[in-house]
């Protein structure tokens, strides 16, 4: 009888595609705060709250019936809830600047661009002004 050889088992093993999806999409979103500050890119604000979402949502997916996240589904759950987190931060702060510049300013003014630009030159002019250098002569 011929002796039989036992090769190792070199299949790959099986990829979780939602996990790799939610990883993809938590560090999309992680990406996409950095687009928050450039002016002309007024998208990237629901493009990374989508993005989030549907890291959040693709990384419990992919758990199925199991107790444990896998691996990469973590990555993609932790990136999207920071991220989450950082929009809601940089959104709140926004509307609260927006708020004190009403405040502060008038509606008028902050509607008009220029009229706000003097405003704000002239609110700094007066707040340096009022500054004391500070320290006494010898």
């Known amino acids: 009888m011929p002796e039989q050889i036992n090769y190792p088992n070199t299949s790959r093993p099986e990829i979780n595609r939602m996990a790799a999806v939610s990883q993809f999409l938590g560090i999309l979103s992680v990406l996409s705060i950095g687009f928050f500050f450039l002016p002309g890119l007024v998208s990237a604000v629901p493009f990374g709250l989508i993005c989030s979402n549907m890291g959040i949502l693709l990384a419990h997916l992919s758990k199925g019936d199991g107790q444990h996240f896998p691996s990469q589904a973590m990555v993609g759950l932790c990136t999207s809830i920071f991220s989450l987190v950082v929009y809601i931060l940089l959104i709140l702060l926004s509307i609260l ?9 008038g509606l008028e003014t902050v509607l008009d661009p220029e009229a706000l630009q003097n405003a704000i030159n002239d609110f700094m002019n007066q707040y340096l002004n009022s500054m004391t250098a500070g320290g006494g002569a010898l």
């Not at 600047?97 to 300013?105: G, N, P, R």
Request: a neutral charge; zero cysteines; glycine letters at 0%.
């Open 97 to 105: 600047s927006l708020y004190l510049a009403v405040q502060i300013f």
